[in-house]
């Protein structure tokens, strides 16, 4: 079952300008996380935010998440050509399951 | 560290063939899940092992499928007798433990025709 769901679907920008995508989900989670796949790769774990965390930060990602409204976003700065890819959000539901993936975003970033 | 290896890269079969994809996992790793990704579906959960043992299977679509880890450092996937609607990118990923972060292989592109 899909959990989380990420908004928009795609997304297209120039190079140099932030580009911010959402994920929205339905049940409590212990921790949430995002991860990137550039085509024809495996998705690669970006960040993980913990349900009583507010925010994070690596390098040019910011993370943040919303327990009350069930929503976290993604933003990425001063992007570049290479930050093309799909973003995925991850939710760690409360119990004993395993990861549920959304159905990504896809970014394109144009130079 | 050499990441998750997942063999073959790209596997073009005729319907009704068997299909056997492997997976080696990072060491240490003790936990070990297939998915499936499809335009229509997106990444889909067929099922995890835990030390070895299958612990969630549910997401296998058929009795076609079928997922085996004899050992901590190999799992493969087979797929007997295999249909069209197979053809799909799957996935083997590992992590230390249920809700970590997952370390995804590059995947198989599988094609039936």
């Known amino acids: 079952s899909q959990q989380g769901e990420e908004d928009p679907q795609a997304l297209s920008i120039q190079e140099g300008e932030n580009a911010t995508m959402n994920c929205s989900y339905k049940?409590?989670?212990?921790?949430l996380q995002w991860y990137r796949q550039n085509s024809g790769r495996g998705l690669v774990h970006l960040i993980l935010?913990?349900?009583?965390?507010r925010e994070k930060h690596s390098g040019r990602l910011r993370v943040t998440l919303d327990t009350s409204k069930k929503s976290s976003s993604l933003l990425i700065t001063a992007s570049r050509a290479a930050d093309t890819a799909s973003y995925f959000c991850?939710?760690?539901?409360?119990?004993?399951?395993?990861?549920?993936f959304g159905k990504g975003t896809r970014l394109s970033v144009i130079a | 560290d050499a990441g998750v290896i997942q063999s073959p890269r790209h596997e073009v079969t005729e319907m009704g063939q068997e299909v056997t994809l492997r997976c080696k996992p990072i060491?240490?790793?003790?936990?070990l899940f297939w998915y499936r990704q499809t335009m229509m579906r997106g990444l889909e959960l067929l099922i995890y092992?835990?030390?070895?043992?299958?612990?969630?299977d549910s997401g296998m679509p058929e009795d076609r499928f079928s997922a085996k880890m004899p050992n901590a450092s190999f799992s493969t996937l087979k797929i007997q007798p295999s249909e069209p609607r197979d053809s799909a990118v799957y996935f083997c990923?590992?992590?230390?433990?249920?809700?970590?972060?997952?370390?995804f292989g590059d995947g198989t592109r599988l094609s039936i025709l």
């Open positions: 991850a939710t760690d539901p409360s119990g004993n399951t395993p990861l549920v």
């Open positions: 049940t409590s989670i212990n921790n």
């Open positions: 935010i913990r349900s009583n965390e």
């Open positions: 060491s240490g790793h003790d936990y």
């Open positions: 092992f835990n030390n070895n043992v299958p612990i969630d």
């Open positions: 990923a590992s992590a230390t433990d249920r809700n970590q972060p997952q370390h």
